[in-house]
């Protein structure tokens, strides 16, 4: 060794493997002559300590065996050799980098000298990245052993390994940075490295890359160390196109590289200015085919995210090769479609936005976003989705141009009726930052924007009709008519050249030559200009000829010092056309030049006119955007509706988002998403209250008081015109504000309180706003009104009252709040006493009001009336006076018109004028009864019975105080059983005591209520007598509340109820008797029951209200279970195609509740295809199937849809017409029949066959068989072709005639013939169709009884024995109750 090292007549050649070095090599090629075993390796390693200490990095040539050693016994020898091992090699790369540059620098290094230090570096690089890689592979290895183990066990087992191995691989990246950073590239001859060196250091790197943790943010240190030696082996070492293929390998075997590669590339490109690195990834990517990225896998997702990383980091530098990756949007791999869109969006936002891209960027970047364009209707969801958040990116950075918004918007509203949720979402999301960004003024709605539109449009079209008219005659120029002109010229100058000529010219001379010498040089030259002009060309040749000698010093004949056909043609030439600065004035004259004053005019008025164009297209562009934005919002509005719970997140982000920049229509979405603070969705909730408190809640202010006038301001905005939903949902978050505490409460009620008071100028709808916002605070906080309830009854309900009854009746609303029956406390009820200054105020302000004819009195006696029974102490007395008072005053009136009769004379007006007040009058009286009759019985049933209830708990909790102790342990069970006696005895006495009141004590003789009942009937029962509107209205709806008091009440007077029900001719009295049959369907059951024929029949009323409101009471009691679901329901199936969409969406909502109870469409089905197919009701072919589409929907079960075969297929049996056939086919087309349910078609062969004939049986039952053959198996594909094969047989012949085929055929086989087609067991032959049928007495459309060989239950269906009944006055037409419904022990109010 010790003669090596002298000699030094060896080269180290850095091995592919690590065996190659034991073997011998060429000559002069250094080979380990003795591998140490693991026992002699600590002490070599010890003298190779004292060498490094003596002899610097130069003994790793002495001691390289030594290393080579603790390597080739690496997985066996013990950490702290190899951990001593590292550290030593580390010393000797260290030393290296210290000891080279000064050699390096010295710049004549002997060769000798030169292979020693080449030497030693090779081999200590060498030895040091095998260990790192050793040391790796056993740190991966031991994560993987004991990730499984937990607590301090895995910290004992990973103690054995490395245990810094983190900090000292930097360690090792930090050494070789160092050395290869120096230019030891002039250490090999001719500094060529070899690319063994250079891969051995590489593959190190590489190696390090592969740990699982690198993408972690813990390890960015070690990451960035990584790069940066791969760096410099990119720039120095010529390791481009070798990290160019291992960068494509590591993407393809390790996804979770992409982002690290990419960031390494983006570092080589930028940091190290190896530019082309980007462009031949690129390339490899690219030109990989469809077959290639199938077979990947995992790879491809891989080059998407580092395309997509790469994108992000260095844009600028992928634009030269992005041609290549365009290849891929045509693929079939949607990732790399995702990718390549998300770098063209990059590149669109990073490098090719802005105003001052010159024509080749402008090109490239209108080429992109074509393309992108494209696959915003991509076939993958994905892509969809992704090219949508890409365009949200670029119209946030601004740089999406002007003229493509419309364009690009117009595709997002579309894609916001995309099946895939993510499309939805990024469309909304699109939407938003559209707005966000937009440059015109979404303030203005479209049809503010037409009318100035318009007026632009015609301003500019009247600028252009001037300007038409200002614009000269087309003008030929000089120069033009000098080239038209010139052919003929030349040849006139030559002819004239030529020697002949002279002589024929003699003649014109003569005659023209007798003023020339008069005439100056200038009126020569006009005047041959003349000639030309003329198209005397001969003349003018001659006359030029002759000018030069008469002007020899001319200018303007100067040329023709050397006369030929060239000179004289440019002299021509000139004269006529005039110099480039100066026309002659002849010229100038005889030209229809514009002067330069009027040049400018005319450019000022082109200028104007440019103006007004862009006016015009800015104003076609705002418009355009606000039809597009309006379109929007009425979509996004609706998806705050669905199910998909991100969806409706994004959606509320929308409606803030447009509120926010003042978008016309917003606040209609912002009220829309109100009614989800009720959602049972918490995340939902949430949002919308998050959204609701961002923009109301949060107010922008200098200091608290201008906070609290922006908050009030507004939420009063939204108040006015609000509907009672909108003001409910409002009040839980209003409530919630008030219920954290925050500095604004005060002040925002201080505001509340003045503007309601009227301090400050406010106007009416802002005091009522102001008002219920105080009443939503009380709810949390009942201060906040009791302590001002004498200014709220000063200001809203004293002498001023009458002046504004919706203000009375908002600030009642308020008053309401304090009460007990809203804030549900327990305890002593809260009530005011009787003579409280708030309940005479009500009573001054009902009566008044009884008299008059204010249309809000209505509405504000309701909420006094409630208030009273909710806040006084004896509520029945003060309305039984309060009756009292009203009639008298009424019965005054009446007195006092009769008196003015008798004093005029004209009777005839005064009479009907006073009638007319009379009947007002009366209406209000009878509403009050109504409202009064109502609010006792609530009030006896909630607030008298719950006080009893609560009393007879205090006394049972006082006796159980006061019972002997010991008595009450002896007898411990049976005082628990006589208690739970006891306890259901003391409730149901509770309730008979409240049952016989309602029933006998409020409508006795002595009760101001019972004086008002027999003129409710007689109102009702004579509309001819008492027609006025007003009247017929409040005399129903009273009577219905009468009608809640007792069941001898109802029952006396449903008959007539439902005569009003029937033939009132005012839409109201029909909406509002459909409203109180359902509170008395809820309160008496089996009394209404037998009248919901009429009640079903009020959803074909020729009124959109009065249908309105009879699906959404029969929704109501048909999913609470109220009412029973009837073969009626058919007249809601008609409802789906109503053409008021409000109420086709009602009854799709029905029917989707309906369908979640168990089998209830599927027990309707069969009676509503009998009802709607009957021939009197006369639906449409088209209408019938689309309600059986929608309702077919909902049969999902497989059992169900067999039976549901079964029964249609016998209902052929029973139908008449051929439009029934027709409609029962096309039901079983619309099912999802599976092998049972065909097996069943093939059974009910016999139901059908001999309605083959019409096409509209035959069409749809081939339809079935087809959707059944497409994917069926084999065995059973062969027995659908059959079942065809006979379905057209039967179509073109004949079911006789297939028949007696089949049986010439198959005679005596019948058996095997019934595995397709078995015969019933008694068939009867039918010769003609719809003849020799059975004759049913009841219902045209019962289903048949057919002999079965196994008993199967009967299905009977209610609704085919029940016939509507007619609500009329007789007696003897009353429907009897045939179906008790069984009723609760506590009789219920419905509120």
């Known amino acids: 060794m010790l003669f090596r090292r002298a000699g030094m007549s060896w080269d180290f050649i850095v091995p592919v493997c690590l065996g190659d070095l034991v073997k011998s090599g060429a000559v002069n090629q250094y080979v380990v002559q003795d591998v140490l075993s693991a026992k002699q390796l600590p002490s070599h390693i010890n003298s190779f300590k004292a060498a490094l200490r003596s002899q610097g990095p130069l003994c790793i040539l002495e001691h390289f065996d030594t290393a080579y ?262 693929g079939e791999s949607p ?174 001379e003569e005659v023209e030559t007798g003023g020339e010498e008069e005439r100056s040089d200038r009126d020569t030259a006009i005047q041959i200009a003349q000639l030309l002009r003329e198209s005397k060309y001969r003349k003018a040749v001659g006359l030029c000829m002759r000018a030069h000698s008469l002007f020899p010093e001319s200018s303007f004949f100067s040329d023709l010092a050397d006369l030929n056909a060239e000179t004289l043609i440019n002299t021509l030439a000139t004269l006529f056309k005039g110099p480039e600065q100066e026309t002659p004035e002849a010229v ?22 440019k103006k007004q164009e862009m006016l015009v297209q800015y104003l076609k562009d705002t418009e355009s955007f606000a039809l597009q934005v309006e379109r929007a919002i009425a979509v996004i509005n609706n998806m705050l509706y669905w199910k998909t719970t991100t969806v409706v997140q994004e959606a509320v982000q929308f409606c803030v988002t ?167 406390s327990k305890g002593v009820p809260f009530r005011l ?133 010991n008595k009450k342990a002896a007898n411990d069970s049976c005082v628990e059983e006589e208690l739970g006696l006891v306890g259901a005895s003391a409730e149901d006495t509770e309730a008979e005591f409240i049952r016989k009141i309602c029933e006998i004590e409020l409508l006795a003789e002595g009760n101001m209520l019972s004086a008002f009942l027999p003129l409710l009937v007689k109102v009702c029962s004579s509309p001819g007598k008492y027609s006025h509107p007003q009247l017929t209205t409040a005399a129903c709806l009273a009577l219905s509340q009468y009608m809640m008091i007792s069941p001898a009440v109802c029952n006396d007077n449903v008959r007539l109820l439902f005569t009003v029900l029937e033939k009132a001719s005012l839409p109201v009295v029909r909406a509002n008797t459909i409203v109180a049959l359902g509170d008395l369907t809820v309160r008496f059951p089996n009394i209404l029951e037998p009248w919901t024929p009429n009640l079903y029949a009020r959803l074909s009323d020729e009124n959109a209200s009065v249908r309105l409101t ?5 929704t109501q009691l048909v999913l609470k279970d109220v009412m029973k679901v009837k073969g009626q329901v058919s007249e809601v199936a008609v409802l789906l195609l109503d053409p008021m ?18 089998n209830a469409i599927y027990n309707l089905l069969p009676d509503i295809i009998s009802r709607l197919s009957d021939p009197e009701r006369g639906m449409k072919e088209e209408d019938f199937n689309t309600i059986m589409k929608q309702l077919f929907s909902y049969i999902t079960k497989e059992r169900q849809t067999e039976s549901l075969v079964e029964k249609l297929c016998q209902r052929f049996r029973t139908a008449k017409t051929e439009r029934q056939w027709a409609d029962l086919a096309v039901s079983l087309s619309l099912l999802s029949v599976c092998e049972r349910g065909f097996k069943k078609l093939q059974e009910c062969w016999e139901c059908y066959s001999d309605k083959l004939a019409e096409p509209g049986v035959y069409q749809p039952l081939l339809s079935i068989a087809a959707k059944l053959r497409r994917r069926a198996k084999p065995q059973f594909k062969a027995q659908v072709e059959d079942y065809e094969k006979r379905l057209t047989a039967v179509h073109t012949k004949g079911l006789e005639n297939v028949e007696s085929e089949e049986s010439e055929k198959h005679a005596g086989d019948t058996q095997s013939q019934n595995v397709h087609t078995p015969q019933p067991l008694k068939s009867v032959r039918r010769t003609t169709r719809g003849r020799g049928k059975q004759k049913l007495e009841n219902s045209d459309l019962v289903t048949p009884r057919i002999s079965r060989s196994r008993p199967k239950p009967a299905i009977t269906f209610t609704s085919d024995e029940e016939e509507e009944e007619d609500a009329v006055m007789a007696e003897s037409e009353t429907p009897k109750v045939t179906t008790p419904i069984a009723r609760t022990r506590r009789t219920r109010l419905r509120h």
């Open 335 to 508: 990732s790399l479609r995702v990718a390549v869109c998300e770098v063209l969006g990059d590149v669109l936002v990073r490098v090719l936005s802005g105003d001052k891209l010159d024509d080749s960027a402008r090109t490239s970047r209108d080429r992109f976003l074509d393309t992108l364009q494209e696959h915003i209707h991509d076939a993958h969801s994905h892509v969809r989705a992704r090219v949508l958040q890409v365009y949200a990116r670029i119209v946030n950075s601004k740089a999406l141009p002007l003229c493509r918004y419309t364009e690009v918007m117009e595709l997002t509203v579309g894609r916001l009726g995309d099946k895939s949720v993510h499309v939805c979402k990024s469309a909304i999301q699109l939407l938003a930052a559209f707005i966000a960004h937009n440059p015109y003024s979404c303030k203005l709605s479209s049809v503010d924007l037409k009318k100035p539109l318009d007026k632009e449009m015609a301003k500019l079209k009247e600028m252009r009709d001037v300007q038409k008219e200002q614009l000269p005659v087309a003008v030929i120029t000089a120069a033009d008519l000098w080239d038209a002109m010139k052919p003929e010229v030349e040849m006139t100058v030559k002819a004239q050249l030529e020697p002949g000529s002279e002589e024929e010219d003699k003649e014109d």
């Open 1141 to 1158: 969409p409000h109420i086709a969406s009602l009854a799709l909502n029905f029917f989707n509740e309906l369908s979640a109870k168990d």
């Open 69 to 330: 050693s603790v390597l080739q016994h690496c997985r066996t020898v013990d950490v702290a050799v190899k951990e001593d091992t590292l550290e030593l090699l580390i010393q000797v790369v260290r030393s290296l980098s210290v000891s080279l540059p000064t050699l390096l620098l010295s710049g004549s290094l002997p060769a000798a000298d030169r292979k020693q230090q080449l030497n030693a570096v090779k081999m200590s690089v060498f030895l040091l990245c095998k260990l790192t890689e050793s040391l790796e592979s056993d740190s991966y290895r031991e994560t993987i052993v004991t990730a499984p183990t937990k607590g301090r066990k895995k910290d004992k087992v990973a103690g054995k390994g490395l245990l810094q191995w983190d900090s000292e691989r930097e360690t090792v990246l930090q050494c070789l940075t160092q050395l290869l950073q120096l230019d030891i590239r002039t250490l090999w001859s001719l500094s060529l490295v070899e690319e063994e060196f250079v891969s051995c250091v590489t593959c190190c790197c590489y190696k390090l890359l592969e740990n699982p943790t690198i993408s972690h943010v813990k390890s960015k240190s070690t990451r960035d160390a990584i790069i940066h030696v791969l760096g410099i082996m990119v720039k120095k070492y010529n390791h481009m196109l070798g990290a160019c293929v291992k960068v494509i390998q590591l993407l393809q075997h390790f996804e979770q590289l992409a982002s690290v590669c990419a960031q390494a590339v983006a570092a080589w490109s930028t940091e190290y200015g190896v530019k082309a690195i980007v462009g031949e990834i690129m390339r490899e990517i690219g030109q990989k085919s469809s077959d290639e990225l199938a077979r990947e896998g995992s790879g491809v997702k891989a080059f998407s995210s580092f395309l997509s990383e790469l994108s992000t980091l260095v844009p600028e530098t992928m634009i030269p090769n992005i041609s290549v990756l365009l290849t891929h949007l045509e």
């Open 588 to 609: 100038a004259s005889e030209a229809p030049l514009t002067p330069q004053k009027e040049d400018g005019g005319n450019e000022g008025g082109e200028s104007e006119l």
């Open 833 to 965: 006493p009787m003579d409280h200054h708030l309940f005479s105020c009500l009573s001054q302000a009902i009566a008044d009001g009884v008299v008059q004819s204010d249309p809000h009195w209505q509405t504000f006696m309701e909420q006094a009336v409630r208030l009273i029974y909710f806040l006084a102490e004896s509520p029945d007395q003060l309305c039984s006076r309060l009756l009292q008072r009203s009639a008298r005053l009424l019965l005054e009136q009446i007195t006092e018109g009769k008196e003015a009769d008798q004093s005029q004379n004209q009777e005839g007006v005064s009479q009907g004028s006073e009638e007319q007040v009379n009947c007002v009058s009366l209406a209000q009286v009878l509403s009050l009864c109504g409202a009064v009759a109502f609010w006792q019985v609530s009030h006896l049933e909630r607030s008298v019975s719950s006080e009893l209830r609560r009393r007879r708990g205090e006394k049972e909790e006082e006796d159980e105080k006061k019972a002997p102790a």
């Open 1110 to 1114: 009879a699906i959404t009471v029969l």
């Open 658 to 824: 447009a509120f926010e920049f003042s978008v016309a229509d917003s606040v209609c979405g912002v009220r829309k998403m109100l009614p989800l603070v009720w959602s049972t969705d918490v995340t939902i909730k949430d949002a919308v209250i998050q959204a609701y408190r961002r923009m109301y809640l949060n107010p922008h202010g200098d200091n608290t008081r201008a906070k609290a006038q922006t908050l009030v301001d507004n939420l009063s905005e939204l108040m006015v015109d609000a509907s009672l939903g909108t003001v409910q949902c409002l009040e839980e978050i209003v409530q919630e504000f008030f219920s954290n505490e925050s500095a604004l409460q005060t002040s925002v009620v201080q505001v509340l309180w003045e503007r309601f008071s009227g301090k400050r100028e406010t106007k009416a709808l802002h005091r009522r706003a102001a008002v219920l916002l105080l009443g939503m605070a009380a709810r949390a906080e009942r201060e906040v009104v009791l302590s001002n309830l004498d200014t709220l009854c000063s200001v809203a309900l004293g002498e001023k009252v009458a002046e504004d009854y919706l203000l009375a009746r908002d600030s009642l609303i308020t008053i309401v709040n304090i009460t007990d029956h809203v804030r549900q």
